[in-house]
């Protein structure tokens, strides 16, 4: 056989060694680790694909059970599926690895909450604003639930107080204003209720459902001229989409 017979017979099985080895580094370069589980069931959650992000956050945790977070996702996703006992053991668990994780709080409260457990979710927000120490924490979040949990109480004075701490935050949050409008509805403080609404136009200027119920609270106001005019914004806004 000649040089040139062997050059063009090892150069296709040099090739396919390469390939393979190639496959090979490939396959273990992007095995997936528990922050990439993780990261995808964040992505899946945001989606509102709460059993996806579920699969993907079992997938995270076989890699790595002692993480609180990932049980405070998954706890959260759960309790979106209606899950709550299931949700309750997960921000359990996250607590137990670590007791300040101040998100396993917060699902505590939103499924006391679900379950109409008013008061242990005003506790458990309590201990959810305490522990929040950076933005990461969202204590805006740990504020309305306890502002919620208080309307269901009926305390809408002690209500309005945790809105106002969440809208310091995050005063551009259309449902911490929604929140606070209905609190001081309740109370029949309704020149401040108006104020609200003008925000959540400001916020939202497209919203037709926010310009009717600023209307509404026109009329209840007595402010005719006022009520028509938000009405007829809410009228245009119908027809424009």
Sequence with gaps: MSSQEIFRTFIPLGILILCISVFISGCVGTQWTAADWL????QYANEGMYKSAVDA???SLQLDSRNSKVYTYRGVALEHMGSYDAAMNDFEQALSINPNES????????????TNEYRQAVKAADRAIELAKNPADKAENAYLLRGFALNRLE?????LQAFDKAIEIDPKRLDLWQNKAYSLT???RFVEVLKCYE???????????IWSKKGEIHLALGQIN??????????NLIKSN
């Design 155 to 159: 305390d809408y004075d002690t209500a």
């Design 226 to 235: 006022e009520a028509n005019e938000a009405f007829s914004i809410a009228k």
């Design 39 to 42: 990261e995808k069931g964040n």
């Design 57 to 59: 956050y079992n997938q």
């Design 103 to 114: 998100g396993a709080w917060q699902g505590k409260a939103a499924t006391y909450i679900d």
């Design 186 to 188: 309740k109370l029949g």
């Design 199 to 209: 925000v959540m136009t400001g916020i939202e200027p497209n919203n037709a459902e």
